[in-house]
């Protein structure tokens, strides 16, 4: 009985990461997309101290540099594919190693003041209700490598 019901699961997971599809998503009037309800996305432009909340992240320098950090950042992590790559505007995807789920993430470089530059962030699951923290950690440990 055990068995049969880790092979529906797993049989369900795996339906659950194929079937995923692009959001609507992108940089529109100096906002990024909403959050959905469930609990599986984090945002710098929602509200703080709603559960979705994450604090942008902020670099010294110019949009152009901190974009280029970015950037490299994104291209040396594993399993991601950089999708959109303009000026202030940055949307990769993360691809889970196990069950290939995609997580779509973006950078909004919002605003440069004092030599400094706000990025707002923003990652999400494309399927599922949960993701157990994995966008917030992953966004706080791109922040950490943005920061040595």
Do not use: W
């Amino acid at each position: 009985m055990l068995i049969r019901t880790f092979f529906y699961f797993f049989v369900f997971i795996l339906l659950q990461g194929c079937s995923s599809h692009m959001p609507n998503l992108g940089g529109s009037n100096g906002k990024l997309a909403a959050c959905p309800s469930s609990p599986n996305c984090v945002s710098s432009q929602t509200p703080v101290g709603d559960k979705h909340y994450i604090e942008p992240i902020v670099l010294k320098g110019s949009k152009e540099s901190a974009h280029d950090k970015v950037l490299a950042v994104l291209v040396s992590s594993k399993r991601t594919k950089v999708v959109v790559n303009e000026e202030g505007y940055i949307h990769a995807e993360f691809t889970s190693a196990v069950f290939r789920f995609v997580d779509d993430v973006e950078f909004l470089f919002s605003k440069e003041q004092d030599g400094q530059v706000v990025v707002d962030i923003r990652s999400a699951s494309r399927v599922g209700h949960s993701d157990f923290g994995v966008n917030r950690k992953r966004m706080e440990a791109i922040r950490r490598k943005l920061k040595q």
